[in-house]
């Protein structure tokens, strides 16, 4: 018998939910693909029709044809079934004891020996021409005849199951085969059995040999063909397509049959591992057809054709920015899915199997909470291989040993990068073999009059010009308001030969920021694109940098003011990069910053060269000349810096999770952590076992976690036990700075929490660190106070605002009271929340309070996502049940922001407000329409919607309804299953006396 073939079914699921094995198929020739109905006389879905042809609008499995459930077919179905059985005088029940097991949730070794009642439900062969014939020897030719009808309107997931049932009930069968039987299914024309043949065998097969017989009969789910087909029509009709596409099915079995060899060829020794990295050649058409990409760097076929990769080994790969790390990232994650079927668990911005951006783990809070995730996987999975990888990398020893991976490096960029400084109007090349390591380049090329002169000291006119708008340029400025500055003074002293530059494209860009403000458009920006210019920073909402960025990767915007956020989020390559100033704020750059922002110079494929220029003050030369010179910064674990969200926050999970309950265990653990391979670095003060017996201590104060000896054996080690509040703490993932806090606040808020509007749950749900960053207007504070309700003015006295302060700190007077800063400061970004929820307009709620959009934003995000936390932390605590319903609703309006008939457009991806409103209007107003959208059709009817993105929405769309359907199907599933402990029922395991 042939190696059984891989069936491909595209299917989304969450992480940690529903994990579902796919079982192999019988393997067809690709001229006569089992993914096929009966060809027509035209020939129609032959095997002549090249795999390759499928277009790009597809994605890389196709659309899966299915049918809808139709009641003429199963009344069908059903009344051949009960006519056969009443004609042999079987037995409903008897006959109907079999279990069509389902594949997608797995095959365990004793349902594979239920299948032995079930064998023979369909087999179907493949002769040379292909064609489906109708098997003379079958005794229920008028059956017959109706069965094979039914099976051409099977799609072809739908024959793989039929077929994988049959190998599976055949390999099972403990039986001899009839010799009929055998010579039908050996064969050499296309045969369709008889699915009701097994019937006739029924009373036979089922009929109990043995206590062992009543035991299986007793666990078997009695489930008819009907019922059977009900099921399959069910998760069937996902696809929302009633017609059975022939080519489609060719190109499936096609597939089905690549990814198969693609597996066996990565699980091989061998170097040769297949067309194109052990991935399907549609993998690589699809690269070339998207991505333009039609070979490989060297460096990055070297990387992928790597033993420790071929070995399933941890690997940290290292080159500098533009390299083309993130597409050797996408092969492997492919290889895992398609080939391998694991889960691949993706670490924002750039992950593998758990990949990240390695230098992050240096970085504060983000640094902790990677190096925590990173630990876990490592302790307590042996089989997870981890992958990461960095642009900026230097004690990677460190790291390694962390890991336990093999490192890789490489110096290739594909575009040269150049790098200058410019002191005055004397631009220098940044050369190591030089005195001061720097070379004279070239004097600027620039007339001055003396009024541009003082305008623009740093000659950033000059350095634009020579670069745009034939070439993209960025220029990365300390802060924001210095973006909006440069990007407003640049276009007050250009020609206007640069306004007809891609006019009416730009002239589309302000009229889509008109839609998305709702009317309003920042003054700046429409002052500054008509030049091909904006500013970008996290002043801006998430619509107009995800419109700016588009229009500027498409050359439409020649020149960004950008701040240093944008060098490490956004992929943005420029010819050439300004660098506005050596510091970030008020603190110098640092050299993993530095090579981030150059490192946006040059694109591959564009340009030919990329430069970078960075502007010194003669004061700051030394300084520079130690940055560009100097070595990376090395990468150190962030535990101990964040304690509450590093070290003590670890600590909690890891007894919570039961990881590791006594001290012992706790110091093995710390031990395979970044800190504990970099325990010299700690204060000699205090060993690793010192710091962690403060932290465990310090959890047992806050009644986070609590000892528990053994009644038994009082000599033994004391183990830990985590309690409620502890186990609340780290489930609804609070800062450990706040638990407390937050649990005394819900106490509180039980003995009288105002309902009468959402504004004291509201405040309930302020993330208390962005208290940090507010700084109230006090007039604003005292005219929004002045609108709440007295009951909503209690709300404020509850918390500990009184208004006799806000009173008199808007009129300036004296304050005596102490009042604690922090919840005055979280009152106020309350009230933000409360305007934002009522008017549901970010623009207008951002010009009342005085603050940028982008920041109020970012609060509503904040917000919801720690509105999210409370409610998991409440769940936890019994005493807080009243505050899970209201938080469940409070968490939907926070996250979405919007009327309630934009909600459910607003849950696909890529679908933010100004475009939910869009879809609404055009007549788009479910799930339902989203993902049954024609694509272009979306292009014509919706405003300055690209092809790409339409397709995005629909994909997306597509796959958000099948989660919701699998969601309900299994929640069906869970309803009619037959309880084990039914009251006065036998225990099947159990041998009768």
């Given amino acids: 018998m042939a190696e059984p073939r891989l069936a491909v079914r595209r299917k989304s699921r969450p992480a940690s939910e529903r994990k579902r094995s796919r079982a192999p198929v019988q393997p067809i020739a690709a001229s006569s693909p089992v993914a096929r109905k009966r060809p027509s006389p035209g020939g129609e879905g032959s095997a002549a029709e090249a795999p390759g042809g499928n277009d790009s609008e597809e994605d890389m499995f196709g659309d899966y044809d299915s049918f809808y459930g139709n009641d003429s077919l199963i009344a069908q179905v059903d009344d051949i079934e009960h006519r056969y059985l009443q004609e042999k005088n079987m037995d409903v029940k008897a006959a109907g004891e079999v279990v069509l097991g389902n594949l997608q949730s797995g095959v365990h ?148 049959e690549e990814i198969f060899v693609a597996r066996k060829a990565i699980e091989s020794p061998s170097v040769d591992i297949g067309p194109f990295y052990g991935l399907p050649s549609k993998v690589k058409d699809l690269f070339r057809q998207l991505r333009g990409i039609e070979t490989l760097y060297e460096w990055q076929h070297d990387c992928l054709m790597l033993e420790s990769l071929q070995q399933r080994k941890n690997l940290i790969y290292s080159l500098p920015t533009s390299g083309g790390k993130t597409l050797v990232a996408e092969i492997i994650i492919l290889q895992e899915l398609l080939c391998r079927q694991k889960d691949v668990l993706m670490i924002l911005p750039y992950v593998a199997i758990v990949q990240e951006k390695l230098h992050m783990l240096g970085e504060g809070s983000r640094g902790a909470i990677l190096e925590i995730t990173l630990a876990k996987i490592l302790y307590t999975s042996k089989k997870t291989q981890i992958i990461g990888m960095s642009a900026t990398l230097n004690n990677v020893g460190d790291l390694q040993k962390f890991l336990q991976a093999e490192y890789y490096t490489n110096n290739f960029r594909p575009v040269e990068l150049k ?64 973006c909006e500055n440069v990007a407003s003074l640049v276009c007050k002293y250009l020609k206007k030969e640069f306004r007809a530059h891609r006019e009416k494209e730009k002239q589309d860009l302000i009229k889509n920021l008109k839609s998305i403000g709702n009317g309003t458009v920042c003054p700046v920006l429409k002052q500054t694109i008509p030049f091909g210019i904006a500013y970008h920073h996290s002043g801006l909402t998430n619509d107009e940098r995800k419109s700016i960025e588009e229009t500027y990767s498409s050359g439409v915007l020649c020149l960004l003011a950008c701040t240093a956020t944008l060098a490490a989020g956004v992929n943005l390559p420029a010819r050439r990069v300004i660098l506005r100033s050596p510091y970030v704020g008020n603190d110098f750059l640092k050299k993993n910053q530095y090579k981030q922002m150059i490192g946006r110079a040059g694109r591959a494929g564009i340009d030919s060269a990329g430069e970078s220029i960075l502007i010194v003050q003669e004061k700051d030369k030394h300084l520079v000349q130690d940055l560009v010179h100097s070595p990376l ?18 600590l909690l999970s890891l007894v919570g999770l039961k990881i590791a309950v006594t001290y012992e265990e706790v110091d093995n653990f710390m031990c395979c952590t970044l800190l504990g391979v970099q325990q010299q670095l700690l204060s000699k003060e205090k060993s690793l076992s010192e710091v962690i017996k403060d932290g465990l201590e310090n959890l047992i104060e806050k009644g986070l976690l609590k000892r528990t000896i053994s009644e038994k054996d009082h000599n033994s080690k004391s183990a830990l ?47 208390y660190d962005m208290t940090f960053t507010c700084s109230p207007d006090w007039m604003i504070y005292f005219r929004q106070f002045n609108q709440l309700s007295a009951a909503e003015r209690k709300v404020a006295d509850i918390v500990g605002v009184p208004e006799s302060f806000i009173t008199k700190k808007a009129s300036g007077q004296a304050i005596r009271k102490n009042v604690d800063n922090a919840v005055v400061n979280r009152l106020y970004l309350t009230f933000v929340l409360y305007s934002l929820l009522k008017e549901t307009n970010i623009w207008s709620v951002s010009e009342k309070f005085n603050m940028s959009r982008g920041y109020v934003q970012n609060l509503l995000s904040s917000a919801a996502s720690f509105a999210s936390c409370l409610l998991h932390f409440c769940e936890e605590l019994e005493e807080f049940w009243v505050y899970k319903s209201l938080l469940t609703e409070l968490t939907k309006q926070l996250t979405y922001c919007v009327k309630a008939e934009l909600i459910p457009l607003m849950e696909v991806a890529g679908v933010l407000e100004a475009r939910a409103k869009q879809l609404y209007n055009a007549g788009y107003k479910t799930l339902a329409h989203l993902a049954n959208a024609n694509p272009e059709t979306l292009v014509r009817m919706i405003e300055h919607l690209s092809r790409r993105q339409a397709k995005q929405i629909v994909s997306s769309a597509k796959m958000l309804l099948s989660e919701k359907a699998e969601a309900l199907q299994e929640e069906v599933e869970e309803l009619l299953k037959v309880p084990t402990d039914i009251p006065g029922t036998i225990d099947c395991h159990e041998e009768k006396p």
Avoid: W
């Fill in 419 to 482: 790098e200058y400084i410019k002191i005055r109007d004397t631009i220098y090349a940044v050369d190591s073999k030089s005195e001061n390591g720097f070379a004279f380049s070239r004097l600027l090329n620039f007339k001055y009059s003396s009024s541009l002169e003082r305008a623009d000291p740093d000659h950033i006119i000059a350095l634009v010009t020579e670069v745009i708008p034939k070439y993209s340029c960025l220029i990365f400025c300390p802060t924001k308001k210095s």
């Fill in 109 to 256: 070794q004793k349902e594979q020996d239920n299948f032995s009642a079930a064998e023979n439900v369909v087999d179907i062969k493949s002769d040379k021409e292909g064609a489906c014939q109708k098997c003379d020897s079958d005794p229920t030719d008028g059956n017959q005849e109706l069965t094979e009808s039914i099976l051409d309107d099977l799609p072809s997931s739908q024959l793989l199951y039929f077929e994988k049932m049959n190998e599976l009930s055949s390999a099972s069968r403990t039986s001899p085969v009839p010799k009929g039987r055998d010579e039908r299914v050996n064969s050499s024309s296309d045969k369709v059995r008889d699915p009701l043949s097994f019937y006739a065998g029924a009373e036979h097969r089922n009929r109990p040999t043995d206590s062992s017989s009543h035991s299986r009969h007793a666990l078997l789910k009695a489930e008819s063909l009907k019922d059977h087909l009900k099921s399959a029509m069910t998760g069937n009709a996902r696809a929302q397509t009633l017609q059975v596409s022939k080519t489609k099915q060719l190109k499936e079995a096609v597939l089905s």
């Fill in 721 to 767: 036990t985590i309690t409620p509040l502890g186990k609340a703490t780290y489930k609804g993932s609070i800062d450990l700075a706040y638990c407390n806090l937050l649990y005394r606040e819900l106490r509180k808020g039980l003995e009288g929490l105002v309902l009468e509007s959402s504004l004291h749950l509201l405040y309930l749900s302020t993330p």
């Fill in 633 to 650: 910064e090395n990468c150190y674990s962030n535990l101990l810096l964040e304690l509450t969200k590093g070290m003590q926050s670890l």
